[in-house]
């Protein structure tokens, strides 16, 4: 019995030894792995494992929420879309101060075509442009868009087409002839011709190529048709503009009228929103 107590104890007693050795005989075959190529690269991808799994694992630890953007009810709403453009005027431009002259029975009898233009009447548009200096308009084109206004009455009754549309337009398309740099001289041309770039629109009113054969006029009645003259072009597009029976003063009319002109609701709305100041300004 005491011999077998004391083998029990020297098994027990080199255990450790034997484990220690076993250690070391796995920390050298581990290290023989290593060195093989195989064997760095499966340590690389066991790290690269272990650090990304402790990364996500502290995130959703630190910040419980974490995870797309959009999670938990805060999906982004879409961008709204730009809302489209409508009209706001419910009425016709503030037809504005009336280019009255005193002699406005004398120039607009007979033909209204014959050219019949009293100097007295001339001076009075003269006077009424002036005294609208305030509004921007350069003074040889507001007597134009006022003269416009005048024969319009007599070739187009029943139109009720003022100035301010004239205006309105003219200001949209070239900034009453000055776009550019340019200006209307004395003898209503300008400096210098106005054409597009698109679609080498003409003059300060910006008359297409085949609309203005249509619609030409001879404003100033000096024998020429002159798209790059402001009184021949104010005179076209009144006669366009009045066509078909169109009445200017209801707002139905005022809009199919400028809409023909260019059909396009930002346009009109352009124009309506200039005509309109003129109108309310130059009665203010």
Do not use: H, I, V
């Given at each position: 019995m005491l011999h077998l107590?004391?083998?029990?104890?020297?098994?027990?007693?080199?255990?450790?030894?034997?484990?220690?050795?076993?250690?070391?005989?796995?920390v050298r075959a581990a290290w023989r792995a290593l060195r093989a190529p195989a064997g760095r690269l499966g340590v690389q991808v066991a790290l690269t494992v272990l650090a990304v799994t402790g990364a996500l694992a502290a995130g959703w630890l630190v910040v419980p929420g974490a995870g797309p953007a959009w999670s938990f009810g805060t999906e982004p709403s879409p961008e709204a879309e730009e809302a489209p453009l409508v009209l706001t005027p419910e009425d016709a431009p503030a037809a504005g101060l009336p280019a009255e002259t005193?002699?406005?029975?004398?120039?607009?009898?007979?033909?209204?075509?014959?050219?019949?233009?009293?100097?007295?009447?001339?001076?009075d548009l003269d006077s009424w442009a002036r005294s609208l200096a305030h509004l921007g308009i350069p003074e040889r084109v507001l007597v134009a868009y006022g003269r416009a206004e005048l024969v319009s009455a007599v070739e187009n009754p029943g139109c009720n087409l003022s100035w301010t549309t004239l205006a309105g337009i003219g200001a949209t398309e070239t900034n009453h002839g000055t776009t550019g740099g340019n200006r209307v001289q004395a003898d209503g041309t300008t400096l210098t011709p106005i054409r597009g770039a698109d679609y080498d629109e003409m003059g300060p009113m910006q008359f297409l190529p085949s609309t203005w054969e249509t619609w030409k006029a001879d404003g100033d009645k000096d024998g020429l048709f002159n798209p790059d003259d402001i009184d021949d072009a104010v005179t076209a597009a009144a006669n366009y503009l009045c066509h078909g029976d169109r009445d200017l003063a209801t707002p139905d009319g005022w809009q199919k009228a400028v809409n023909s002109y260019n059909p396009r609701d930002d346009y009109v709305q352009k124009v309506f929103d200039r005509a309109d100041q003129y109108g309310r300004t130059s009665t203010a």
């Open positions: 107590l004391r083998r029990l104890a020297r098994r027990l007693a080199l255990l450790p030894w034997r484990a220690l050795k076993a250690a070391g005989r796995g005193d002699d406005l029975d004398e120039a607009a009898t007979g033909s209204p075509t014959d050219g019949t233009t009293t100097q007295a009447g001339a001076t």
